[in-house]
């Protein structure tokens, strides 16, 4: 059982802090941009992109601006046999792709605060956490690491094939990619390449083409001062058809993003939560006086 209370958004700009102190929950720092010190009791970590720190309740803790880092900071509850567990966890870690995206799906979803938004949150910090925990502890189950069926292999070897499309892809998001093009890459018709790339990556390649784009313009959105103007442009959109791709996958549109997730941002996932607060971060930033 896991309850994410709070999730919140803030940069922290050189000489920027947040003072030694602790919580009776777990607290989660995952890197968007830039860089900070975190100490943790005595010791101090360099945190940057990509790096998600996991602190058990009770752990004394600061956090220190070195080059205006932005983060998601995530308070959250479990279980004492979950907690147990976590305590076993090195205090810091990379995230993969696929764990990246969990997160940051669960701050859209905070955000949005449409129906179900505390559910599935919760649902996904604790499949978050279980894969953690399975990674760490190298307990995968055979069938997922260990392709010993020829469907298995066969379905590797779709991956092997599709691999110069897939990279094309996220080394042009700013061009108008075409389907046909993808296809001569990997040495298929246009028909074959399609079916192979939809049985292999569950959505068509234009679904996909779309969905990295989108993915893309939530990162920026996220973590740059661009515009939604400069952000369909990088995109190879145009505005009128970014914005309706952007609302018809997010559920809302560019603008209502941007100003709900551009700047520093506190959002109470459970309302009922003992840890909820009117204000929207628990300890103000502090500033180190100018040398």
Do not use: W
């Amino acid at each position: 059982m896991l309850t994410l209370h709070r999730i919140v958004k803030q940069k922290k700009g050189r000489n920027e802090y947040i003072p030694l102190h602790s919580h009776t929950y777990f607290h989660c720092i995952y890197g968007l941009s830039g860089k900070a010190a975190i100490q943790i009791r005595e010791e101090y970590i360099q945190a940057g992109k990509g790096m998600f720190l996991c602190l058990c309740p009770g752990t004394p803790h600061a956090i220190f601006g070195i080059d205006n880092f932005q983060s998601f900071d995530i308070k959250f509850s479990c279980s004492d046999s979950l907690t147990q567990m976590l305590a076993a966890l090195p205090a810091s870690s990379v995230l993969n792709r696929f764990e990246d995206a969990i997160l940051k799906d669960i701050f859209h979803e905070a955000i949005r605060g449409d129906c179900f938004a505390e559910e599935i949150i919760n649902a996904q910090m604790t499949g978050l956490i279980y894969r953690l925990l399975r990674k760490e502890h190298n307990s995968l189950q055979a069938g997922e690491n260990l392709l010993s069926s020829a469907a298995a292999v066969e379905d590797k070897a779709a991956c092997f094939r599709l691999r110069p499309a897939i990279q094309y892809i996220e080394n042009h998001l700013d061009e108008e990619i075409s389907v046909a093009g993808l296809a001569s890459l990997c040495g298929y018709n246009s028909s074959y390449f399609s079916t192979v790339f939809r049985n292999t990556c569950g959505l068509s390649p234009r679904n996909y083409i779309n969905s990295q784009k989108i993915s893309k313009a939530k990162d920026l959105l996220l973590t740059t001062d661009y515009s939604i103007t400069q952000i369909s442009g990088l995109l190879g959109l145009q505005l009128h058809t970014f914005s309706r791709m952007f609302k018809n996958a997010v559920g809302i549109s560019p603008l209502q993003y941007y100003s709900r997730a551009n700047s520093d941002i506190g959002i109470n996932v459970s309302k009922s939560s003992p840890y909820a607060i009117e204000s929207a971060f628990e300890i103000p930033l502090k500033q180190f006086p100018e040398v």
